[in-house]
């Protein structure tokens, strides 16, 4: 009688070590699939994909309700990305949510905006700076390019500028076959310096020839 | 090698857990709608019972037998086999998300498989050794997953079937299931 109190005791002691030690060893924060899948995104927060934002795009991901190509920012190198993480064929962008366009920020012309601040409450990273009856201006670290301040400016002084790499901005590109559990940094642009006219152009001229991706 | 051959066949095919010995009827009945569900529960079973069957084996031999408590077994196996699908739930979590995603709800829901338990104690019942009780849990496993995944595609096309009104849902199903079973009954010749 004893014993078989001893040993049961003894056997859910060990058992309940082993648990609690696995509890410890294996936690996971939250989903890891879909940390893994946001950090593929481009962090535009453009909705261009139909979710209000890349986290929700790639909660959606996870569960298996949105498919892989619908984020246009990101483009194909994305699309591969997520085709490798999910384990699935990459397929070519869905073009009902737009069309891969090279990386682009947002300048206002600051002569024309008459301070009207409907592009503030527009932006989703909150790049734009300004007041009532001020001038605005965008904070070029922050722009993703995502195009949502264009349609509400009522004097159309918004102009998507390619982004250009200069010499303080310039990286390698990362390598092509990265290690497999090394998940790449989504593009962060750190400091851009634009003077209007001698190095950029306006998205406007497209026969111009696309700047080479960030990586 | 022959007496494992022996084995593995006799649990796939002769003895099947699910269609001969009806042992694990809830799943089989219960995530067997879809195929890939059905899939998802197959892989998560074999290697739960695979497991299970080696753990519940050793605790039996070492702990059990020396001490002459062969009749707590039940409880015992029960103990071993939540502690074992507990383990692999968090290990499958960290390791592989894809994976966890794919088996996710099916592995607690093996914790109730009563063939989980079945093959425990039945390992004990026909005194296989160490390398038997795997081979006698593996092949189970496969068993299942045979005739679960078999079931679930024949669900699958029996949904879009023109069944008659009162044989639609679970009646059809198990009809299906009973004839499942005698065709599985015809193998118990092959011994």
Redesign the interface.
């Known amino acids: 009688m004893l014993?078989?109190i001893i040993?049961?005791a003894a056997?859910?002691v060990v058992?309940g070590l082993?648990?609690g030690f696995?509890?410890v060893?294996?936690?996971?924060e939250g989903?890891?699939?879909v940390d893994?899948i946001d950090a593929l995104l481009p962090q535009t927060q453009c909705g261009q994909c139909t979710y209000p934002g890349c986290r929700p795009y790639a909660e959606a991901i996870?569960k298996g309700e949105a498919d892989i190509n619908q984020c246009p920012p990101g483009g194909e190198s994305t699309i591969i990305a997520l085709a490798d993480l999910?384990?699935k064929d990459p397929k070519p962008l869905n073009p009902e949510h737009g069309e891969e366009k090279p990386k682009r920020i947002a300048v206002i012309d600051e002569e024309i905006c008459i301070g009207c601040t409907l592009c503030i409450q527009a932006c989703p990273v909150d790049a734009i700076l300004g007041a009532a009856k001020q001038m605005h201006t965008v904070i070029a670290s922050e722009c993703t390019g995502c195009d949502l301040c264009l349609p509400p400016c009522p004097v159309e002084c918004i102009d998507m500028v390619e982004f250009k790499p200069d010499l303080e901005t310039w990286k390698w590109p990362y390598p092509e076959n990265l290690p497999e559990n090394q998940v790449k940094k989504p593009r962060v642009i750190t400091s851009i310096k634009i003077t209007p006219g001698a190095n950029t152009k306006t998205a406007h001229d497209d026969d111009s020839p696309p700047v080479e991706k960030q990586a | 090698m022959k007496e494992y051959i022996l084995i593995l066949i006799s649990t796939v095919l002769v003895n099947n857990f699910v269609l001969v010995k009806f042992l694990g009827l809830c799943p089989f009945m219960g995530v067997s709608r879809k195929l890939e569900t059905a899939t998802g529960m197959a892989l998560a079973t074999t290697f739960v019972l695979t497991l299970s069957s080696a753990c519940s084996y050793i605790?039996n031999e070492f702990?059990?037998a020396p001490?002459?408590?062969e009749y707590?077994r039940t409880?015992?196996f029960i103990?071993?086999i939540a502690?074992v699908v507990?383990?692999t739930e968090?290990?499958v979590?960290?390791?592989s998300?894809?994976l966890y995603?794919v088996l996710g709800i099916f592995l607690p829901l093996i914790t109730t498989n009563c063939a989980v338990l079945g093959v425990a104690l039945l390992n004990i019942q026909e005194q296989h050794n160490f390398m038997q009780s795997i081979f006698y849990g593996f092949g189970a496993a496969v068993g299942f997953s045979l005739v679960l995944i078999l079931f679930a595609a024949m669900r699958e096309r029996i949904a879009v079937a023109d069944v008659p009104e009162s044989f639609r849902g679970p009646a059809i199903a198990l009809i299906t299931a009973g004839l499942m079973s005698l065709a599985f009954m015809g193998f118990s010749g092959l011994d």
């Open positions: 014993s078989a040993a049961l056997l859910a058992f082993i648990l696995a509890a060893r294996y936690k996971v989903d890891p699939l893994k996870a999910l384990g | 605790v702990l059990l001490l002459d408590l707590l409880i015992t103990l071993v502690v507990q383990f968090m290990f979590h960290k390791t998300p894809l995603q």
